[in-house]
C-alpha cells in the first residue's frame, strides 16, 4: 500500500508467484486511475489505467482492481518475474483541475 | 525513435548558479511535462505545457521556469539554485492532455551545494 514517510512499503514475492500492489486514494471524486513501474535509474513507465466506470481492466499479466466503495486500487500480477523488480506508482486524477496525484510508491522485489 | 530525452543526466551546482534542463520528444506529443522526484515526497508536477505556446504552473513552481520552444521541446530553468532543489528531476510527454498515458525520459540527478 502506500504511506507517508522516507522508507517505501516493500513486497517481497517469490518468483513465479503472483503479486498484489494495493493503493488507497484519497478523493471520491477521482474518475482514472493509473499504474507505473520504475525501475531503478529510469524514469516511470505506464503499465494499465482504468477509468471509474470499470471495475476492472486486464493488461499482459497485470491486472488493475477498483473498489470505489472504499476507494482501493490494486494491481495484480501474474507469474511474477525478476524484471517486474520495481517501484510501483498508483495515481489519480481527481477534481474539477484534472491534477494527477501521485502515490508514494511501493517496493516489489522478486526473489529467485 | 528516441522516446524522450533529457539532458544532462547529472549535474552539480553551486547555490545561486543557474542552468536548464533539455528535454526533447519524438512522437509528436502534444503536451508535456516537468515532475520532480524526492524520497518520501513521490512525483510533484512543476510545471506543464498542454500544447504548444501554452505553459502553467504545475504544484511546486516556485523557483523555476519553463519554455516551450516548439511542439518537440520543453525546458526548465533554474535562474538561482538552492540546496531545495536537489532532486531527481523527469520530463514527460503525452499525446493528448489531461494526464493521459505519460511517457517519461530517464531523468536528471540534480545536485546543489
Known amino acids: 500500500g502506500e504511506s507517508v514517510g522516507l522508507h517505501l512499503p516493500t513486497l517481497s514475492v517469490q518468483e513465479g508467484d503472483n503479486s498484489i500492489i494495493n493503493c488507497a486514494y484519497s478523493?471520491?471524486?477521482?474518475?482514472?486511475f493509473i499504474w507505473y513501474k520504475q525501475e531503478s535509474g529510469k524514469g516511470p513507465q505506464f503499465i494499465i489505467d482504468?477509468?471509474?466506470n470499470m471495475d476492472k481492466r486486464q493488461g499482459q499479466r497485470v491486472t488493475v482492481l477498483l473498489n470505489k466503495t472504499v476507494k482501493h486500487l490494486s494491481l495484480q500480477i501474474a507469474a511474477t518475474q525478476p524484471g517486474d523488480s520495481a517501484v510501483y506508482f498508483c495515481?489519480?486524477?481527481?477534481?474539477?483541475?484534472?491534477?494527477?496525484?501521485w502515490g508514494l510508491g511501493t517496493s516489489l522485489a522478486v526473489n529467485p | 525513435n528516441a522516446g524522450v530525452t533529457q539532458t544532462p543526466k547529472f549535474q552539480v551546482l553551486k547555490t545561486g548558479q543557474s542552468m536548464t534542463l533539455q528535454c526533447a520528444q519524438d512522437m509528436n506529443h502534444n503536451s508535456m511535462y516537468w515532475y520532480r522526484q524526492d524520497p518520501g515526497m513521490g512525483l510533484r508536477l512543476i510545471y506543464y505545457s498542454a500544447s504548444e505556446g501554452t505553459t502553467d504552473k504545475g504544484e511546486v513552481p516556485n523557483g523555476y521556469n519553463v519554455s516551450r520552444l516548439n511542439k518537440r521541446e520543453f525546458s526548465l530553468r533554474l535562474e538561482s539554485a538552492a540546496p531545495s532543489q536537489t532532486s531527481v528531476y523527469f520530463c514527460?510527454?503525452?499525446?493528448?492532455?489531461?494526464?493521459?498515458?505519460?511517457?517519461f525520459g530517464s531523468g536528471t540527478q540534480l545536485s546543489v551545494l
Open positions: 514527460a510527454s503525452s499525446f493528448g492532455g489531461a494526464n493521459e498515458k505519460l511517457f
Open positions: 478523493n471520491s471524486a477521482s474518475d482514472y
Open positions: 482504468i477509468r471509474s
Open positions: 495515481a489519480e486524477e481527481a477534481g474539477n483541475n484534472r491534477k494527477l496525484i
